[in-house]
């Protein structure tokens, strides 16, 4: 897993352009061997963007019968900060069953789990993976692969605005040395326990030591905040 991370953020750094970045998704999807990985945004002008894996013909037929009205994916996570899995959002709408066909038969895969990422002045991004499984494969996979889609989700989205001319990429927060040691911690994949006890400190300390990062970094929790902390350069793993 942190070979997969480290090879997608040494494709991240080099990446110049949207055609770089798009060359990062398809590696992206090979790596994390699902069926396709979607990255899209909207920026605070109305401006879209999007890297992807899906048939091109599918693309223009959602773009031109302008899916994302009725897409309970995207409705689902405009309202929610969590990862969403699919398969807890309503499909029970006609118009979402139909939905739901078309894109089965364009080969969107019947799992997924989409990241809602909100950026700086208003900027929207969701970033997707999907899959052909079985729920219980799709279960154990997502476990076992959520956080690290969520540091990718906000390394991909990180680049993307860098890439915008840099309008919208936000200034990094000044953590302390021990919120930094806190989080490198746990960007390496020790437990609370684990990293409290590296450090010489209790957990109760641990844990204000986290929350002050969070507070800081306007992380909407741990993952999110070992994530921005990693994108802006304020930690190397």
């Known amino acids: 897993m942190k070979d997969k991370l480290e090879a997608l953020i040494s494709g991240l750094e080099a990446a110049k352009s949207h055609s770089d970045l798009q060359a990062v998704v398809l590696q992206l999807r090979d790596l994390y061997n699902v069926e396709h990985i979607v990255y899209h945004s909207v920026n605070r002008a109305g401006e879209q963007y999007a890297a992807l894996t899906y048939d091109p013909e599918w693309v223009t037929r959602y773009v031109e019968e302008d899916y994302a009205r009725i897409d309970p994916v995207v409705q689902g996570c405009y309202q929610r900060f969590h990862p969403v899995d699919w398969k807890r959002l309503d499909w029970s709408s006609p118009r979402a069953r139909a939905f739901m066909g078309e894109a089965a038969d364009a080969g969107v895969g019947n799992q997924g789990l989409s990241v809602p990422i909100r950026g700086p002045n208003g900027q929207f991004a969701l970033f997707t993976a999907s899959s052909r499984s079985t729920d219980r494969e799709w279960e154990t996979y997502s476990r076992c692969n959520v956080g690290d889609l969520i540091l990718v989700a906000h390394f991909i989205n990180q680049k993307v605005l860098e890439l915008d001319n840099g309008t919208d990429v936000q200034k990094s927060a000044s953590l302390s040395p021990r919120e930094v040691d806190t989080l490198s911690l746990l960007?390496?994949?020790?437990?609370?326990?684990?990293?409290a006890d590296s450090l010489s400190i209790s957990e109760h300390t641990?844990?204000?030591?986290?929350?002050?990062?969070?507070f800081k970094l306007a992380a909407q929790n741990t993952t999110h905040a070992v994530a921005k902390a990693i994108s802006h350069g304020l930690i190397v793993v």
């Open 187 to 195: 960007a390496m994949g020790y437990s609370r326990a684990q990293a």
């Open 206 to 214: 641990l844990r204000v030591y986290i929350e002050s990062a969070r």
